[in-house]
């Protein structure tokens, strides 16, 4: 069993191994710079598909099976994986909201929609893989997808499904021909939104789409915005302090997290 995550960009030729204990459980030690870490497991599905692992505050709905996330504190972290506490029921999950018309009930639908989305491309990697493809080859056709979203932006009503749309197009790429709707995305999305925090492995994905679409000028700017409050290192994602893809360095310039883009 290896760990996967955000320290090694998800490169599953880097895992990290884990080391069984005495008790049956598996462990290893991530390094992070970062307030939180996001991680999956190689070696848990038979099928080989990355999972969250048992040792998680919150579980993203990503490639593969999952993402898991648990305080770091910008240090070093022991990943343990248990088995015992694998899910193993097979019932649908139902999901009730105490206020059918809060944020969270109007978001859940998109958010449903895009974890079925997930698990179908999850699917098609399984197929993939099963039938001797590389792993690190396999691409989903999302054109159709983007191309939906962009229909539907303009006619949603509600402000806030309507920022859950755009964070979602550009989560699926982005680029100079995009940049009018990159544009209406920074102008709506507020930099401290939530949302951003629901982009399944962080928000880095989005933003270098923004990035694309907009230029570094107009990113820089949203930027020095959003990183005010929480200027939090990250490694190269979101942490549970700041949800930005970038750092604060002394000073008052943003420098990048991450390599942009070329």
């Not at 598996?26 to 080989?48: N, W």
């Not at 179908?120 to 893989?129: C, D, K, L």
Request: charged letters at 25%.
């Amino acid at each position: 069993m290896r760990v996967i995550g955000e320290f090694n960009g998800y490169a599953t030729a880097s895992g990290v191994p884990m080391t069984r204990r005495a008790d049956g459980t598996f462990a290893a030690t991530i390094p992070c710079q970062a307030e939180s870490l996001r991680y999956q497991l190689l070696g848990v599905a038979k099928d080989g598909l990355p999972t969250a692992g048992t040792l998680a505050r919150h579980v993203l709905p990503a490639w593969g099976r999952g993402i898991a996330s648990i305080r770091a504190g910008g240090k070093p972290v022991e990943v343990v994986f248990d088995p015992r506490r694998l899910p193993r029921s097979k019932g649908e999950a139902v999901v009730r909201f105490a206020d059918p018309n809060g944020a969270s009930a109007r978001l859940f639908p998109l958010f449903r929609a895009d974890t079925e989305r997930e698990e179908r491309s999850s699917r098609a990697y399984q197929a993939f893989v099963a039938a001797g493809g590389d792993r690190d080859s396999f691409r989903w056709d999302v054109s159709g997808y983007r191309k939906s979203l962009a229909g539907r932006i303009p006619t949603e009503h509600d402000p806030l499904r309507r920022q859950y749309l755009l964070l979602s197009f550009f989560r699926k790429g982005g680029s100079k021909s995009d940049s009018l709707l990159a544009l209406r995305a920074l102008d709506e999305i507020p930099p401290e939104s939530a949302l951003w925090g629901l982009a399944p492995g962080g928000p880095s994905g989005a933003m270098w789409s923004l990035w694309r679409a907009t230029g570094p000028s107009r990113i820089q700017a949203y930027a020095e915005k959003g990183s005010r409050p929480t200027p939090t290192v990250t490694c190269g994602r979101a942490s549970s302090r700041s949800r930005w893809p970038w750092r604060r360095t002394p000073g008052t310039r943003i420098a990048w997290a991450a390599t942009p883009p070329g």
